[in-house]
T-cell receptor, first 113, second 110 residues
């Protein structure tokens, strides 16, 4: 069983609100990722981190930002939510080094009205 | 054209049937991942492979690097295998960064 957690699981919020999606893992993994998945569509990498104080943007442009102050914690923030941000956001982690399986959190389903 | 293509997009089977899902990719890779996503949205890693073949229970994954092709097989399928199966590739120099296929929706009827 993967020890990676996301909160909240579901969030319905109005346009213009600031939101933070939480992601934590207890496996001591250095690498962490955020993926976005629209209904019925493939996942896209939006942010990744290879360790503390390391963050990079992924292949899909996103208005969200991330931080990595602690190894176990990788929150994602939207300063001003818009309906176009409605999606599922999945967090994942893996060990340092190449070619390791990724462990996924349960996801946060975000709806912006 | 997507970098990762899966076929079929939808697959319906009767319990007990042998199932094959295919994945083709167009870029150089260091590894290929097979993932399973259940209706609730949670994703589980099934396999990660860079060559040859791996087996876990009723699941078998193979990869042919020269042909840029991988297959996921399920033997003696069961209704609990119903899920979306996703192929993802990890680039040659971008450790951990995955590019995903669109997924194959598998439904196994009793």
């Amino acid at each position: 069983e993967a020890d990676i957690y996301q909160t909240p699981r579901y969030l319905v919020i109005g346009t213009g609100k600031k939101i933070t999606l939480e992601c934590s893992q207890t496996m001591g993994h250095d690498k962490m990722y955020w993926y976005q998945q629209d209904p019925g569509m493939e996942l896209h990498l939006i942010h990744y981190s290879y360790g503390v104080n390391s963050t990079e943007k992924g292949d899909l442009s996103s208005e969200s930002t991330v931080s990595r102050i602690r190894t176990e914690h990788f929150p994602l923030t939207l300063e001003s939510a818009r309906p176009s941000h409605t999606s599922q956001y999945l967090c994942a982690s893996s060990r340092t080094g190449g070619m390791d399986e990724q462990f996924f959190g349960p996801g946060t389903r975000l709806t912006v009205l | 054209k997507n970098e990762v293509e899966q076929s079929p997009q939808n697959l319906t089977a009767q319990e007990g049937e042998f199932i094959t899902i295919n994945c083709s990719y167009s870029v150089g890779i260091s590894a290929l991942h097979w993932l399973q996503q259940h209706p609730g949205g949670g994703i589980v890693s099934l396999f990660m492979l860079s060559s040859g073949k791996k087996k876990h229970g009723r699941l078998i994954a193979t990869i042919n690097i020269q042909e840029k092709h991988s297959s996921l097989h399920i033997t003696a399928s069961h209704p609990r295998d119903s899920a979306v199966y996703i192929c993802a590739v990890e680039g040659g120099t971008s450790y951990g960064k995955l590019t995903f296929g669109q997924g194959t929706i598998l439904t196994v009827h009793p």
